[in-house]
């Protein structure tokens, strides 16, 4: 799993009507720890690029379902 | 003004017919947090911005209308086929009442885009705050259609646009950073 994801764990009750889901997660795009961009960092190749939707590897950060299996040619 | 190119920024493909994804796709269309949304909220708010973000407001506007079209493709290629007994199957029965399969800009709820989803207040730093928030809500949207979808080449195109949606929060970021460093600072080159 992507470390830009988070875990927490709400309670639940012995009286909850459905099934529990023990541990959620939220997404913490990579956006909220550069401040403003640096330069020099590391980018994919334009073709990379234009696929993935940025030129900076520090800012790609998938998001798959959790009912879908990634495919071969995502660069995460 | 504008110059248009004929063709998407990133290719849509829709592999499996299931119109009950128009349903849900038709929140970033016409919804609060939606792409016409954005653009009509950055395109308005730059008038009046500091003239160092400008143009950011402008690049960025002008991309969430190629945003938009892209939605429009995906939205269009899965129901313009659809028989009226399928419309009904995915829930658009309510749809097909008033527009039959035309796009209109309401959310995934039926409720119409309306302006008050965009605000202007006029301070840069509430604007931008209110754009970096529309990013991350556009982008938590595209998490959940995602999550609710099992078209992969759709959802190609859907994680495409929410890492747009990264970016762009991240430019809004540094833009308040540069609106915070232009006070009161000497800077020598």
Known sequence: ?76 | MWLYEKKLQYPVKVSTCNPMLAKFLVEQYGGADGELAAALRYLNQRYTIPDKVIGLLTDIGTEEFAHLEMIATMIYKLTKDATPEQMKQAGLDAHYANHDSALFYHNAAGVPWTASYIAAKGDPIADLYEDIAAEEKARATYQWIINMSDDPDLNDGLRYLREREIIHSQRFREAVEILKDEQGKKRVF
């Open chain 1, 1 to 76: 799993m992507s470390t830009h994801r988070r875990v927490w764990y709400p309670y639940a009750s012995p009286f909850d009507p459905c099934p529990p889901i023990k541990a959620k997660t939220y997404s913490t795009p990579p956006n909220l720890f550069l401040g403003f961009q640096p330069p020099n960092l590391e980018q994919f190749t334009p073709m990379q690029a234009l696929r993935t939707g940025t030129l900076w590897k520090v800012f790609y950060d998938p998001w798959y379902s959790p009912y879908e299996a990634p495919r071969e040619d995502d660069h995460s």
